[in-house]
Each structure stands twice: as structure tokens, then as C-alpha cells.
């Protein structure tokens, strides 16, 4: 069993930022894809980030593109999303997946339990 916890939301101005972090406790979490995805009111969970098992490949959502980095962390267990320039449409619960393989081409199949971001105008 996996389990991922998010950590770092809260509310910012539009233009700020915030850096969120997921922790896991797969005891094999080097050698599988970690993403990020997200949700806003009304609407589907959606793609934000991925990053590869060695943290060599990453792959940002077009509508974060030059905002959003993802990292990790293989020793720390850990990865990240640093968000900046912030948008009220960024405005989501953000949750950190953990994928079945090393890639994010192969699926995620576990979930953390979300962090809620609010940006305001």
C-alpha cells in the first residue's frame, strides 16, 4: 500500500507563490513516476506535472507552462510542485499521484488526499 500526503496549499494573491509537497511511503518511490493533478470546483481532476522515476523527464500541463516546476527528492521520499505567478484559475485541490512504473506514460494508481490552493485577484 501507498500512501501519499500532501502538504503546503493555502491562499495567495494572484502573481504570488506557494510550493507544495507530497510525501510517500513507498519503500521502492525511485523507481516510479510521481505526478501532480488538480481540481477545481464544478469540474474533472486534470494533469498538471509529472516527473520520471530518476527526475531526469518531466512533463508540465500547457496551462502551467513556465509557472510550474516539478521535482523530487528519491532519498527524502519526497516530491514537489513549485508554483509561481499565480492565477485565480489555479484555484483547485491539488493532489499528488504515484504512478505504476517508472513513466508517466504507464498510470497512476495511487492518490494522496488533496491540498486545497486558493488564489485571489
Known amino acids: 500500500q501507498v500512501q501519499l500526503v500532501e502538504s503546503g496549499g493555502g491562499l495567495v494573491q494572484a502573481g504570488g507563490s506557494l510550493r507544495l509537497s507530497c510525501a510517500a511511503s513507498?519503500?521502492?518511490?525511485?523507481?516510479?513516476?510521481m505526478g501532480w493533478f488538480r481540481q477545481a470546483p464544478g469540474k474533472e481532476r486534470v494533469f498538471v506535472a509529472a516527473?520520471?522515476?530518476?527526475?531526469?523527464?518531466?512533463l508540465n500541463a500547457d496551462s502551467v507552462k513556465g509557472r510550474f516546476t516539478i521535482s523530487r527528492d528519491n532519498v527524502k521520499n519526497m516530491v514537489y510542485l513549485q508554483m509561481n505567478s499565480l492565477k485565480p484559475e489555479d484555484t483547485a485541490v491539488y493532489y499528488c499521484?504515484?504512478?505504476?512504473?517508472?513513466?508517466?506514460?504507464?498510470?497512476?494508481?495511487?492518490w494522496g488526499q488533496g491540498t486545497q490552493v486558493t488564489v485571489s485577484s
Open positions: 516527473i520520471n522515476w530518476s527526475g531526469g523527464s518531466t
Open positions: 513507498r519503500r521502492t518511490f525511485s523507481s516510479y513516476a
Open positions: 499521484a504515484a504512478g505504476v512504473g517508472s513513466n508517466w506514460t504507464q498510470g497512476f494508481a495511487y
